[in-house]
């Protein structure tokens, strides 16, 4: 031993100021010389130390009903255990749900209450000593609404209040919000409503509660209440230890209305049972009676003929019109504590509508005529729901014409079929609505036209192309110029819907198309389109027969990329062609090939002479179109 720290004396070692690195193994050596024998002992030294803080407790801050941890840790040898008490000095774990991990320090608190919050002491302690530091507990009351009750007000009330009462530790804060808006509340005024108020304040905690010493208090007050200030209202209460809601209703009372009322006026004839009903909205729920000429229904007027359901808020009266007497003003009458009102329904007579006013040929073709009409100026006090022609030869009798009945269309145009070429056909026409038949109107005899080729057919698609504005070419206009851009570099479909035959069954359909140049001026992506100048064909002329009956589609494949088309349509039987229908379309552009200029001339097939003035008007619909691109004058 090297040192003045070890002394050896003769009955042992001396070590002074010592410290934990002195522990260890001595081995005591002890020799006898008279005899030459040497024995030795190995002692053990242990080092206690006293307890020393690594880590000191700190402030504890949980929440009512939830689990709280206390902490602390200390060195020192032989190796602390722990304790925890409370201010009195009693300790933590004879509390209920309270476990300590007595050789690290580590205290849980499963469920705290409000009598829990105070000081607690962390004590470490050893056969060297003992320390002990204390903490703060602050257990934290969860918001609890204590106080909210429903309010009735009356529609115009000069004020009306609902007040709201919170607790809990910290002080909550209180918020406002209607069921029927996302916005809460706002402390003072409203912004959008300079009516409604909101004052916040603390009150003195009644003495029945336990522990709390204060509320908190908001008061939600209306001033000139309205019907609009009905429904409910949510108090929200939000502290640290989370948020509590509760929702109270302000029912708004009112004097009854009929701003629900479904009808005032019905209609009845041929002693037809009706339905009169009255809705009165009011709160509360408004009584309701019949009246007819001052005299009130199952009171003063005591009848079969009327039934009565329900006195409110719906009311109902089933009227039996065996007379004209039952025709009139009914009044009904609805009341209660706050007013009353009333409301009139007319009952009145229906009958026939009157004769149309005036039937126009729209068209006329072998087989068909299209009519519209000119609706009759009374329609007997109910809509028109259909329109209907007789017609007959002109050697038969109307006893024995054929009747035709159209519901209403949107369009106004009606279209009588599978009549025969070449014959003289008289009309009657009439209106209908539930009632009946208007007086038949007589029409012009029509003679119908002779066999002949069929009516252009028509391209899907171009109702929605004239929906959009186009009328057809003016007087300046050679075409309608409407070029329709398609997404694929070399396919289109194209289709169409049959046309009249003419009194001669189609055969087939011819389409034809070739490749055309097309000229633009100025920026044709914008509106107001310029007229592009459609130019010659540039290339071969193709053409091909649909059958029908059949298909009425047509793939066009092996189309040059980015190159413009005119395809023709045509309708055909043993007559001969219909017009033409036309179409211009453009193909897109293919990325991976360069633009192909088209052959020419025609390959094997003669040309087709048509012009683009012969353009009347066309449409389409393709699954492939991308984008369309209109010009007109």
């Known amino acids: ?40 002992r190995d002692i053990k030294l242990e080092v206690q130390v006293k307890p020393k803080w690594v880590t000191r407790p700190g402030p504890v801050k949980g929440i009512e009903n939830e689990k709280a941890e206390f902490h602390c840790k200390a060195s020192g040898t032989p190796r602390p255990t722990y304790t925890w008490v409370d201010w009195e000095g009693r300790d933590a774990t004879n509390k209920d749900g309270w476990t300590l991990k007595k050789d690290t320090g580590h205290l849980i608190a499963y469920q705290l209450h409000r009598r829990d919050a105070g000081e607690y002491r962390c004590i470490a302690e050893n056969s060297a000593g003992r320390i002990e530091s204390s903490n703060f507990l602050n257990v934290i ?21 609902i007040v709201c009462k919170a607790s809990g530790d910290p002080m909550p804060d209180i918020f406002w919000r209607k069921w029927s808006s996302n916005e809460p509340f706002i402390p003072g005024g409203q912004p959008n409503d300079d009516r409604i108020l909101v004052h916040n304040f603390i009150e003195r905690a009644p003495d029945y509660t336990e522990g709390e010493q204060k509320w908190r208090v908001s008061e939600l007050s209306i001033s000139n209440v309205a019907r609009k200030d009905d429904g409910l209202y949510e108090c929200q209460a939000r502290n640290e230890g989370g948020q509590y809601f509760r929702s109270g209703h302000i029912q708004v009372e009112f004097s009854p209305t009929f701003e629900e009322q479904p009808m005032d006026k019905q209609w009845s004839w041929d002693q037809n049972p009706i339905n009169l009903t009255c809705i009165a909205t009011a709160i509360p729920n408004a009584t309701i009676s019949w009246w007819i000429r001052d005299r009130e229904i199952d009171r003063e007027i005591i009848d079969r003929n009327y039934r009565v359901f329900g006195k409110g808020p719906r009311s109902d009266l089933i009227v039996t019109p065996l007379t004209r007497q039952y025709y009139g003003r009914y009044t009904c009458k609805a009341f209660n504590n706050h007013g009353q009102a009333s409301h009139e329904i007319s009952l009145k007579e229906a009958e026939e509508p009157s004769m149309i006013q005036q039937v126009i040929h729209d068209k006329v073709t072998a087989t068909t005529v299209q009519f519209r009409f000119v609706a009759p100026v009374n329609t007997g006090g109910l809509p028109l729901d259909s329109y209907a022609v007789e017609y007959k030869e002109k050697s038969l009798e109307w006893k024995n014409a054929d009747r035709r009945v159209w519901p209403i269309s949107p369009s106004g145009s009606y279209i009588l079929e ?46 929605l192309l004239l929906s959009e504005g186009y009328n057809g070419p003016s007087e300046t206009d050679v075409s309608p110029n409407t070029i329709y851009n398609l997404t694929s570099p070399n396919f289109f479909e194209i ?61 066009l494949k092996d189309l040059y990329p ?61 699954r492939l179109l991308l984008s369309v691109t209109i010009a007109i004058l």
């Open 1 to 40: 031993f090297t040192g003045n720290r070890y002394v050896i004396e003769s009955d042992g070692l001396l070590i002074k100021d010592i410290s934990r690195e002195d522990a260890g193994t001595y081995t005591c050596r002890a020799k006898v010389f008279e005899t030459g024998s040497l024995e030795e």
């Open 141 to 161: 009351i969860k918001p609890k609404v204590q106080e909210l009750y429903n309010k009735t007000f009356i529609d115009s009330d000069p004020e009306g209040k």
């Open 418 to 463: 599978n009549l025969h070429p070449t014959t003289t056909y008289h009309f009657r026409f009439a209106s209908k609505n539930l009632v009946g038949f208007s007086e038949w109107m007589n029409g012009m005899p029509i003679i119908m036209p002779q066999r002949g080729p069929p009516e252009s057919p028509i391209i899907m698609g171009m109702h």
């Open 495 to 555: 289709g169409w819907y049959i046309p009249e035959d003419n009194g001669e069954p189609l055969d087939y359909f011819e389409v034809s198309y070739y490749p055309i140049r097309v000229t633009y001026h100025g920026d044709h992506s914008k509106k107001p389109y310029s007229m592009p100048t459609i130019g010659p064909r540039i290339g071969d002329l193709y053409r091909t027969e649909v059958p029908h009956p059949g298909n009425v589609r047509y793939e």
């Open 562 to 622: 980015n190159t413009h088309y005119t395809i023709e349509l045509r309708a055909h039987n043993s007559f001969g062609f219909s017009p033409s229908s036309f179409i211009i379309i453009k193909t897109a552009k293919d990325p991976s090939l360069p633009d192909i200029i088209p052959s020419p001339n025609p390959v094997g097939i003669s040309e087709t002479s048509f012009g683009l003035s012969s353009f009347s008007s066309f449409h389409i619909v393709c």
